[in-house]
């Protein structure tokens, strides 16, 4: 079966650095997706990941290791309005996004 | 309309009825999806669509209908309304490339 597996919760002080890991398992791979949601919103996308390596986009990066099945959404600097939920979603072989639950960041002052 | 619009925004259903929920994009992507989030599990796709006029099954496709009669529009109907059904409905639409799924804001369905 197709697996994605995310940390369910994490927490970390404002202005630090925070990581959040993502394995998977999946029927083919093209390419790794990040998104965030805000608590009753909807998903939005943060970053895509098709190549190993990091991508850096502002205070957020992704990394993605497709020999390990693995990849880490990294979020520096942290702001409060950075809490939220971060999906990590693969998209498979027959170009379907398979969703992990989630994590929920919660960052304190 | 700027990117996806869903309606309605909440609704409370008596189980058994009929209800459809409304998806219409503005950006002209081929593919279209519904999902439905539930607290602890992952979003779950329920009906997609890759192009006007055709439509596919995705993981928990019982009890929810789907039709793609031009790019814009792809509502979701539920024929009679279950409990199992409360959940939270996004859309989300695609182009295919590497910025992934634009979703609607969603509904908030509640069967009682």
């Known amino acids: 079966g197709q697996n994605i597996d995310q940390p369910t919760e994490m927490t970390a002080t404002e202005g630090a650095i925070v990581q959040i890991n993502c394995t998977y398992q999946?029927?083919?791979?093209?390419?790794l997706f990040w998104y965030q949601q805000h608590a009753g919103e909807a998903p939005t996308f943060l970053s895509y990941?098709?190549l190993d390596g990091l991508e850096e986009k502002g205070r957020f990066s992704s990394f993605l290791s497709r020999s390990k099945g693995y990849s880490y959404l990294l979020l520096k600097e942290l702001q409060m309005k950075d809490s939220a939920s971060y999906l990590c979603?693969?998209?498979?072989?027959?170009?379907?996004?398979?969703w992990g639950a989630g994590t929920k960041q919660i960052i304190k002052p | 309309i700027a990117g996806i619009t869903q309606a309605p925004t909440s609704q409370i259903l008596a189980a058994g009825r009929r209800m459809t929920l409304r998806c219409t994009q503005d950006m002209r992507h081929n593919a279209m999806y519904w999902y439905r989030q539930d607290l602890g599990l992952g979003l779950r796709l329920i009906h997609y669509?890759?192009?006007?006029?055709?439509?596919g099954k995705g993981e928990v496709p019982d009890g929810y209908s789907v039709s793609r009669a031009n790019t814009d529009d792809f509502p979701l109907t539920l024929a009679s309304a279950v409990p199992s059904q409360t959940s939270v409905y996004f859309c989300?639409?695609?182009?295919?490339?590497?910025?992934?799924?634009?979703f609607g804001s969603g509904t908030r369905l509640t069967v009682v």
């Open positions: 979603a693969v998209r498979d072989s027959n170009y379907q996004l398979i």
């Open positions: 990941n098709v």
């Open positions: 669509s890759n192009t006007a006029g055709t439509t």
């Open positions: 999946t029927s083919g791979f093209n390419g």
């Open positions: 989300a639409s695609s182009d295919g490339d590497s910025n992934g799924y634009t």
